[in-house]
DNA sequence: TTGTAGGCGTTATCAG
DNA sequence: CTGATAACGCCTACAA
């Protein structure tokens, strides 16, 4: 071992490990020359404190599980950014593991985590909620050492387990809104992955808007999608082939309407003249589509953060919360009046 | 603790710790029925031993540390998933850090991480590749316990410092060659973050075919970048100021070409038809672009997946050696023949 | 085949 | 204010 450790410091100061180590860790009571001379050996030899050894003895890692469905994701790929420089300006760190959008590949990835003693877990889009409160090293109470878990999108599942989500519901609500103002009256919905709880907290939202507004509520509208390029891309041809078909679309989200658009484009439908599309999450990748997209912002990055907090402060014992942020409209031009209503 | 250990186990199998552990990590001279009573009890107690007790006795942490420059970048998580994927097949974890395309963070974020005693490093995107060897535990030799360090995109810079690399000049030249197939005389190239050292590879292979093929090498054709979609959107403008416009560009990246695809359908400039636009990566993203973008192919994933593979090796001791993986065009519609060709 | 003892680097609890 | 001493949970000679 090249390493330096707390004892070479303590060999070197002639003093003993317990005194570097209260020195280090700016113990009130120790002599300020003492303290002075240990921390400048220690800066010159470049110590830096074992985490493992750390962790081994307090019992705190200082280091989050962060779950993920897929980082490839633009949406994810930005909460997790959030996360990570909260958790950095909060001195954590994280552990990182990918799901694959697999349930039983999700529980595996937290359980591993778990094993690196993680002092919580954040989970970025979970398939499978329900699981964690089941988790044998969750489950035990009666413990003060419990570890909090923060589902991203989901509500809260149980005591220990926090949520930090948008309003989904009135973020679809808000788009449907927007399209019967614009004069749309057959207004599809794309739908993200079955069993979500933003799909179908979305779909809620969409259901709502289209009876306040008196908008055609067919069934075959609602079409089902799981929140990927591909998905957008295949639905163009359902709709078209609709009987009367919709004159607007409200994607699950940002990628799903991309890949529709890209459609449209290669099938020569006409955004928005022929057909108004909204998505869902505002990208930045958003910004920049043919044509620039309509879409309903998430606060990714804040939901990161908040992610990070709620469990630190969870940690600390406070009373956490389950937080619900809110979103909003950007409007750009991938939605418009449509055909008959000029 | 609620949490079991080794000692728990032992005392309900009236054994002594270390039969436990050897039993759990499968030592050969141990009996059957012994094994077997253990391994049951610890089932069903739901023991999973500690990773970081472990760690601290066997100096190995079986965690890498991964520092991107900004996961929202599709190339970075697309790389950052093939290195989980390699990481968890191996049996090992990423310790994640974020460092914004920025040189000391960067650095920041690696010590901080190597303070977790992580078994090796993966810098996916350094700014900051020549800190590496003189990082102060990086630097010591004579021990066996050299943490190996994978730089992607850049050469090898030192013995233990290995690199997992796209030939990025060939796949540069490969695009211009095919511009100027196509007629193309006038090229231009938008740069990435410079000092990178992917953007002076790409640029040298540019100019290397610019000259092959006796096209305009005027210097104003290269054009100031960083690699994000609000270069691309910005250098359109540059592009049509130039005294004849060029007809063609190569971009660094995917994403600066999505924002000058962007910029050219809001100033109605027809891609390919007026301009032909080719990227760099091939992003999921770049076929639902509009036009589908023609681009170079970088194997993103299989480059995570070498990255901690060769840190691996490494690990083992093995002779790593610095990997270069080769890349290919992907033709799609964003480039054409120029206007006065046809 | 199994148990005992020592130690990995730190922190924490006691005495002094 | 400082120094022993005992953990933390696990692994690994060395002994038996």
Chains 1, 2 share one sequence.
Not at 89 to 100: E, H, P, Q
Not at 148 to 153: F, K, T
Not at 254 to 273: E, F, K
């Amino acid at each position: 071992m090249s390493q330096v450790s707390i004892v070479d410091i303590a060999r070197l100061a002639q003093v003993s490990p317990s005194t570097v180590s209260r020195a280090l860790q700016g113990h009130p009571r120790i002599s300020a020359e003492r303290r002075a001379a240990i921390l400048a050996l220690a800066e010159e030899l470049g110590y830096r404190p074992s985490q493992v050894a750390r962790s081994l003895v307090t019992g705190r890692s200082h280091t989050l599980g962060v779950v993920v469905s897929d980082v490839t994701d633009p949406f994810v790929a930005e909460v997790l950014k959030g996360a990570e420089m909260a958790a950095r300006d909060a001195g954590y760190r994280l552990l990182f593991a990918m799901s694959n959008r697999n349930p039983a590949q999700e529980i595996e990835a937290a359980e591993a985590l778990l094993d690196y003693e993680v002092d919580g877990l954040i989970v970025i889009s979970s398939r499978a909620p329900d699981r964690y409160a089941r988790l044998p090293r969750l489950r035990d109470v009666g413990n003060d050492h419990r570890i909090p878990v923060v589902l991203l999108n989901h509500a809260q599942v149980s005591e220990f387990i926090y949520s930090v989500k948008m309003d989904s519901e009135s973020g679809a609500r808000m788009a449907v809104s927007y399209l019967s103002q614009l004069g749309h009256r057959r207004i599809a919905f794309i739908s993200g992955p079955s069993g979500g709880r933003s799909s179908s907290e979305r779909l809620a939202g969409y259901r709502r808007a289209v009876l306040e507004h008196g908008l055609d509520a067919s069934p075959e509208l609602v079409i089902g999608g799981a929140g990927l390029l591909e998905d957008g891309w295949e639905t163009l041809a359902v709709l078209l082939a609709l009987k009367p078909p919709p004159t607007a679309v409200l994607c699950y989200n940002d990628l799903s309407a991309i890949g529709l658009l890209a459609a449209a484009a290669q099938m020569g439908v006409p955004v928005p003249d022929a057909l108004s599309v909204v998505g869902y999450d505002n990208i930045p990748l958003s910004a920049y589509t043919t044509p620039p997209l309509t879409t309903v912002e998430q606060p990714k990055e804040a939901m990161g953060r908040t992610a990070v907090k709620v469990c630190l402060r969870a940690l600390a014992g406070e009373p956490a919360t389950t937080t619900v942020l809110s979103g909003q409209l950007v409007v750009r031009s991938s939605a418009a009046a449509p055909p008959r209503a000029q």
